[in-house]
């Protein structure tokens, strides 16, 4: 594939702004990392409880394959990167090759704006093409704006992992939602 994957627009207050889709190089970690840590502090998306640094993704980026497991780059107007998107393996077994756990992170001047509806409809879309024929997703179950985002594209319950999750000494459980795509 090449660099450039797709343009897409999303509308945003009566204006049509556009994102490109790419595929993510090693350069993209600091900003990739920095979008992550946006979320650290609300304790909703991250898996993380402290910031992180890039070097600690890098083990991660690299059992990333654009043909099969792609990291994807959301660029506004070619130049800011808006948000990402990863597909990873699934339990990391032959036998579940066909299926590929999403990870959608949108920096926060471009979240509730269509952008994380944009990069999931392209990867539902895609998802073929990589040899995946279901995706899933990993939510914390008070994570309700993801849970919305998956469930409005066609994502149903696939299993509920109860008080798996401990953030801040409090158990939380995780939502697993999927959805068959091939």
Not at 82 to 103: H, K, M, N, Q, V
Not at 129 to 147: D, I, T, W
Not at 155 to 163: D, E, Q, S, V, Y
Not at 167 to 182: E, N, Q, Y
Request: aromatic share 12%; glycine share 6%; net charge positive.
């Amino acid at each position: 594939m090449s660099d450039m994957l797709f343009p897409v627009s999303a509308e945003i207050s009566e204006v049509t702004m556009n994102f490109y889709f790419r595929n993510a190089t090693v350069n993209d970690l600091p900003a990739m990392v920095r979008i992550y840590n946006e979320t650290v502090p609300s304790r909703q998306a991250a898996g993380d409880l402290e910031p992180i640094k890039p070097e600690s993704m890098l083990a991660w980026f690299h059992m990333h394959d654009p043909r099969s497991r792609p990291i994807w780059i959301a660029e506004f107007a070619s130049e800011k990167i808006a948000g990402w998107l990863s597909f990873s393996d699934f339990y990391g077994r032959p036998i579940y090759r066909s299926t590929a756990e999403l990870s959608i992170y949108v920096d926060s001047a471009w979240r509730r704006q269509g952008l994380g509806r944009q990069l999931l409809t392209r990867a539902l879309e895609c998802a073929p093409s990589f040899g995946v024929e279901a995706l899933l997703g990993f939510v914390l179950a008070h994570n309700a704006p993801s849970l919305k985002l998956f469930y409005a594209l066609g994502f149903k319950n696939w299993g509920r992992l109860p008080r798996v999750a401990k953030l801040d000494g409090i158990a939380k459980d995780v939502v697993i939602v999927g959805r068959s795509v091939g």
